[in-house]
């Protein structure tokens, strides 16, 4: 087999390795594609009931993970309270009414004068009484709720049955919230929802084997009020963040190419053997394992990308090395790049590679990782725009600005946009938390949130994983999406 044949073939074999969607949405993960950091262990430990993590580093990932036991089986090798777990939803963006309330339930709920917290104990109150399959009230959430409310007593008794029943079978029952974003319009509501559930969670540890873990956004957390309450500290010091460190997104790269269906997998994993050994083979015929070292040592990794993109960005190394200025590119304001931007940026550049560049010695071209990113941020703007609404009325006026820029800038982008339509119309998800405040207001969110970065002389930047999706320049950078592509 040629150079150029070899070349070829890899380049398709990781097109069939890497999912054109790489979002989730909630589903159920292939197990091949199940890649546990390390810094990720302690968030599926049972008595980490809190996960704190940015849009598109795994919380709605390891949510779904959980409740599979295919996946925990997986897993057990890694994180040994998986072993004997029995998982429940307690709150997700997919509608489950028989076991907790759907955003519109909810909202009414709440709008009817009902306490969260009593929202929650029915919840679990719920699950528990299937798992004992015993009668409470089911008809509808109002019923439940009242029974929690007006009978404490039986509550508290069902949680001892139900705490003696898993202790008896050797095994341990968890209940997962995610998505708490849907329950609410309002930051004030928001805030009530998430501190009840949070007491709730709380109430839960003198029982030893029944469990929660709540993942939560950032936003939905940092400098907000919602352990604002008695003991949240035995909360709070067990809380996880979800993280990606360099060596991380490379470990889950070839954690993706080595298990790839066959035959692009068996292409991969020849690959791989050649430039460092086998891939681990653990234990089934389908799932392979990367060795400890390919999973931290930067080195290691640096050979086995460069294998792929070459050496450096362009003529020399002046112009970065592959293996960081991908990740490097993708990161937010505050230096965090996501797993899936990362894939989503290493799928396109091989498919640009081969449409553009087909006779290029490297699988990777370093003009396609360049447009890989293009397209991985015009994807990133996407996803923000799911979960912020509101984040393309704001960035869209900016089209065309050259950053970094003086902030008056922007608002004179803003304030030409809202002279003639009014700004953040009511919708079905939570608004700019310090909207009211006006621009300064703004720019605090954006900030928050890694969109905008503060400069010491008081400029506002952008990452290149914003700016290129939302159409800003920089001189020198990667260069932005155009307008017909942003959307």
């Not at 054109?20 to 199940?34: I, W």
């Not at 929202?119 to 719920?126: G, P």
């Not at 909360?235 to 692009?264: F, I």
């Not at 690959?271 to 681990?280: C, E, K, M, S, Y």
Request: proline share 6%; aromatic share 8%.
């Amino acid at each position: 087999m040629n150079h150029t044949v070899e070349t070829a073939e890899l380049r398709q074999a990781i097109l069939g390795s890497i999912p054109t969607d790489t979002s989730g949405h909630g589903r159920t993960p292939e197990p091949r594609h199940v890649y546990v950091p390390p810094s990720h262990v302690k968030a599926l430990r049972l008595d980490s009931s809190l996960v704190i993590g940015a849009r598109g580093v795994g919380k709605s990932f390891w949510s779904a993970a959980l409740t599979s036991d295919e996946i925990r089986a997986t897993l057990q090798d890694t994180v040994a309270d998986l072993a004997s777990l029995d998982v429940s939803v307690g709150f997700s963006e997919r509608d489950d009414l028989d076991a907790y309330p759907n955003a519109d339930t909810f909202r009414k709920l709440v709008e009817d004068g009902i306490e969260p917290y009593h929202i929650w104990k029915a919840v679990l109150a719920r699950w528990l009484a299937k798992v004992m399959r015993e009668s409470i009230p089911v008809s509808k959430w109002h019923e439940s709720v009242d029974w929690v409310k007006n009978d404490p007593e039986a509550y508290s008794r069902l949680l001892g049955r139900a705490d003696t029943a898993f202790a008896d079978r050797n095994r341990n029952g968890l209940i997962v919230f995610d998505a708490l974003d849907r329950s609410s319009r309002s930051w004030q509501a928001m805030d009530r929802i998430t501190r009840d559930l949070l007491q709730v969670v709380l109430s839960l540890k003198p029982y030893r084997h029944l469990h929660c873990k709540v993942f939560l956004r950032e936003d939905q957390f940092a400098g907000r009020r919602v352990t604002d309450f008695p003991d949240a500290s035995k909360l709070l010091a067990l809380r996880v963040d979800l993280t990606w460190e360099l060596h991380d997104l490379h470990g889950l790269l070839w954690q993706h190419l080595v298990n790839g269906p066959d035959p692009h997998g068996r292409v991969l994993r020849e690959h791989f053997r050649v430039v460092h050994g086998n891939p681990t083979d653990a234990a089934a015929d389908t799932l392979w394992r990367l060795p400890e070292r390919v999973r931290r040592d930067t080195d290691v990794q640096k050979r086995l990308f460069a294998s792929l993109a070459g050496e450096s960005m362009g003529r020399d190394r002046r112009r970065g090395i592959p293996y960081t200025w991908v990740v490097g590119h993708l990161a937010d304001g505050r230096g965090q790049t996501s797993p899936r931007s990362f894939l989503a940026a290493i799928r396109n550049a091989a498919e640009d590679s081969q449409e553009r560049h087909s006779e290029h010695e490297c699988v990777f071209h370093y003009e396609s990782l360049k447009r890989g990113v293009q397209k991985a941020s015009g994807i990133r703007v996407q996803e923000l725009a799911e979960d912020y609404p509101w984040i393309k009325e704001l960035l869209d006026p900016l089209n065309g600005l050259t950053v970094p820029c003086e902030f008056n800038a922007v608002e004179a982008r803003w304030q030409e946009r809202w002279r003639t339509r009014k700004p953040f119309v009511d919708g079905d998800q939570l608004p700019p938390e310090h909207g009211e405040e006006g621009p300064s207001g703004i720019r605090q969110d954006l900030e928050k949130l890694g969109v905008f970065q503060a400069m010491k002389d008081g400029r506002i930047n952008m990452p290149d994983l914003y700016r290129v999706g939302f159409g800003l320049g920089r001189r020198g950078g990667v260069k932005p999406v155009k307008p017909s592509n942003a959307d």
